[in-house]
C-alpha cells in the first residue's frame, strides 16, 4: 500500500514553516529528504508522521540524537518493554534478538540505563525500537549526525541490510546528500517550507533543476564521503 | 557501595560532632547566669545567693568547659542523656513521652502538606499560565509567606472562636489535633506545591518526550513513568529543607495551640536553662536531620544513578 499524506502543513506563531505539501510513498523505497537547515525537513518529517499515526498507518521514528529518544532515568529494558506495549504486542524475546543481532547490539546489559552504553550503541537501539511493529514506513532524521562517520556508516550498513528484504519504506532526512545518495533511490529538495524538486537520485545528482538542488550537489563532494 | 555508605556515615559523624559541640558552646557562653534561672525554676521563687551557688555546683557549672562538655559527652555516646538540672529526673523517658506527642503531629502536617500539594501542582500544571495555575501559584507564594504563629492563630480565631466547629488548645481528643496539623500541613503544602510545579514543567519539557509520543506510548504512561520521576528528583532534594521547615513549625505550633511536645519541651527548657533537657532536644534534631539526610541522599541515588556516577 503506497504511503500518502496530502495537504500537510505547520504554522508556528504567526509564519509558515511548512506550505501545503503532499507526500507519496511507495511500499519499500528510500527517500531522501534534503535541504539546508531551517529548510522544512524535519518539520514536514513530523507532520508527516502525526498524520500517518492519525490514518492508523505504522509509522517509527528515529530522532536526530539518542537524547532525543530515551530516558535516561529508565533502564534499556523498560524502553522496549514500553515501546512493545504502546504497538500491543506481547513481549517476545525471539523478535528482540532478531533485532539486535541485526543492529550487532546482541549481548549489551539491558538493565543499565541509556548512558551506561555508548552512543552509537544507543542510537542502534533506537533504530533496532523503532522496528518492533514492522513499520510501513521509518522516518529517520538526521539520525546518524550524532554519530561519527565510521560508526554512522556501519549503522547505515547493518539497517540497509535488515530493511533490503522488507516492505518497510525508508524517509531519510538529512542536510548531507552524501549520505542521502547512497542510501535513497529517490531524492526531495526542501527550500523555505516548500519540496522544491523531486527526483531519483540518479537524475538529480546529475542534473539538477532548482537553484536548491545546484548548490546542495556544488557543495558536497559525495562520492568522496564514506556515508 | 560499601565505601559509598561509609563514607555518608562518616560524614553524618562529623555534622553531628560539630552540632554538639556548637550547641554545648553556646550554651555555656549565653549571657546570663544560667544556675540563677536553674535555681528559679527549681524552686519557684526568688532565692539566696547560696543556694544559686549550690545550684551552680550540682549541675556541674563551675567546672572548666572541656571537663564540662566531656561529661556530657561521655555518657551521651552509650545513649545515657543526663538528668534535668531544675528536676534530677532522667531527660530520656521524658523525651520520649514528649516524641509520642509530637511525631503524630509532625507526620499529620507532613500528610496534610502532601496531599494539597500534589493535586494542587498536577491541576495547576495541566495548563501552565491559566488561570488555575496562576491560582495555585498565588495561593502557594502567600501560604509560604505567612508565618505559622499567624496562620494559627487566624485558623484559632476562624474554626475555634467565631464558628466553634473545633477545639483549639491541648490535646484531649483526636481532634484537638485538626488545627495544630492543618497549620503545620499549609505551610508544608505552599513550599511543595511551588517546587513540584516546577519540576513538573520541567520535566514536560524533557526532549525526549516528543520521540515517546511517536512511538505511541500513551500520555498517561508519559506522565506516570517518565514525568513522575523526572519531577520528584527535586522534590526530593528539597526534602530535607522541608524537615528543617517543619521542625520549625512544630515547635511554634505547639506553643501557639498549648500541646505538649518536644516544641514546648524545649521553650520551658531554654526559659529554665535547663542544660541537658535542651541539648538532648538539639542532638535529637540532628540526629534526625542526619539520617533523613542519609537516606535522601541513598533515595536520589536510586532515581538517579548518574548522580553516583559522577562522583566516583
Known amino acids: 500500500m503506497t504511503i500518502t499524506a496530502t495537504g500537510l ?7 509558515t514553516i511548512l506550505h501545503p505539501t503532499n507526500v507519496d510513498i511507495r511500499p519499500g523505497e528510500r527517500v531522501g529528504l534534503v535541504g539546508a537547515s ?11 508522521i502525526d498524520r500517518l499515526r492519525a490514518q492508523g498507518q505504522r509509522v517509527a521514528h528515529v530522532p536526530q540524537s ?11 529494558a523498560f524502553h522496549w518493554r514500553e515501546a512493545e506495549h504502546a504497538l500491543n504486542l506481547s513481549p517476545d524475546p525471539t523478535r528482540r534478538q532478531d533485532l539486535f543481532a541485526a543492529l550487532h547490539i546482541e549481548g549489551s546489559d539491558l538493565n543499565k540505563r541509556p548512558w551506561g552504553w555508548s552512543r552509537g550503541m544507543q542510537q542502534r537501539f533506537v533504530i533496532a525500537m523503532a522496528l518492533i511493529g514492522t513499520p510501513d514506513l521509518l522516518v529517520m532524521d538526521e539520525p546518524t549526525s550524532a554519530l561519527d562517520s565510521v560508526v554512522a556508516a556501519g549503522t547505515m550498513d547493518l539497517l540497509d541490510a535488515y530493511l533490503s528484504d522488507r516492505k518497510t519504506a525508508l524517509l531519510l532526512i ?9 542510501r535513497v533511490n529517490r531524492l526531495m529538495v526542501m527550500e523555505d517550507g516548500r519540496i522544491v524538486e523531486d527526483a531519483p537520485t540518479e537524475q538529480f545528482l546529475l542534473a539538477p533543476v532548482t537553484q536548491a538542488a545546484k548548490s546542495l550537489c556544488a557543495h558536497r563532494n559525495w562520492l568522496e564521503l564514506p556515508c | 557501595m560499601i565505601q559509598l555508605i561509609a563514607s555518608l556515615l562518616l560524614r553524618a559523624a562529623v555534622v553531628l560532632t560539630g552540632a554538639a559541640l556548637a550547641t554545648f558552646a553556646l550554651l555555656w557562653h549565653a549571657p546570663g547566669d544560667p544556675a540563677l534561672a536553674i535555681a528559679i525554676a527549681r524552686y519557684q521563687a526568688v532565692v539566696p545567693a547560696e543556694v544559686v551557688d549550690q545550684v551552680r555546683t550540682e549541675a556541674g557549672l563551675d567546672a572548666h568547659f572541656w571537663t564540662a562538655f566531656q561529661a556530657w559527652v561521655g555518657p551521651l555516646l552509650v545513649g545515657d542523656f543526663g538528668q534535668s538540672s531544675v528536676t534530677g529526673r532522667n531527660v530520656w523517658p521524658e523525651l520520649v513521652t514528649m516524641i509520642s506527642y509530637t511525631l503524630p503531629l509532625a507526620l ?6 502532601l496531599l494539597t500539594s500534589v493535586p494542587l501542582a498536577y491541576v495547576a500544571t495541566r495548563r501552565p499560565g491559566g488561570w488555575l495555575d496562576r491560582c495555585a501559584v498565588a495561593l502557594a507564594s502567600i501560604g509560604a509567606a505567612i508565618p505559622a504563629y499567624w496562620l494559627g492563630l487566624l485558623l484559632i480565631l476562624l474554626f475555634a472562636v467565631q464558628l466553634g466547629w473545633l477545639p483549639a488548645m491541648g490535646t484531649r481528643t483526636p481532634a484537638h489535633i485538626i488545627l495544630p496539623a492543618l497549620t503545620l500541613g499549609l505551610g508544608v503544602a505552599a513550599s511543595l506545591t511551588r517546587i513540584l510545579r516546577s519540576g513538573i514543567l520541567e520535566a514536560r519539557g524533557q526532549p525526549f518526550l516528543p520521540a515517546f509520543r511517536r512511538r505511541g506510548v500513551a500520555n498517561r504512561d508519559i506522565e506516570r513513568d517518565h514525568v ?18 517543619l521542625l520549625e513549625g ?36 540532628a540526629v534526625l536531620f542526619v539520617t533523613v539526610n542519609l537516606l535522601i541522599d541513598l533515595i536520589y541515588r536510586a532515581l538517579d544513578p548518574r548522580i553516583g556516577e559522577r562522583d566516583a
Open chain 1, 174 to 182: 538529512t542536510h548531507d546528500l552524501g549520505l542521502a545518495a547512497r
Open chain 2, 250 to 285: 512544630v515547635v511554634m505550633v505547639e506553643v501557639i495551640f498549648a500541646r505538649p511536645g518536644l516544641g514546648s519541651f524545649l521553650v520551658s527548657a531554654i526559659e529554665a536553662r535547663d542544660f541537658p533537657k535542651v541539648q538532648a532536644v538539639v542532638v535529637l534534631t
Open chain 2, 228 to 245: 513522575a520521576p523526572h519531577a520528584a528528583i527535586p522534590v526530593v532534594t528539597v526534602f530535607g529543607l522541608e524537615l528543617a521547615f
Open chain 1, 66 to 76: 539518542p537524547d532525543e529518544a530515551l530516558d535516561p532515568l529508565r533502564s534499556m
Open chain 1, 38 to 48: 531551517g529548510s522544512g525537513k524535519s518539520t514536514l518529517g513530523h507532520a508527516l
Open chain 1, 9 to 15: 502543513c505547520a504554522i508556528r506563531s504567526g509564519r
Open chain 2, 108 to 113: 499529620a502536617g507532613l500528610i496534610i502538606g
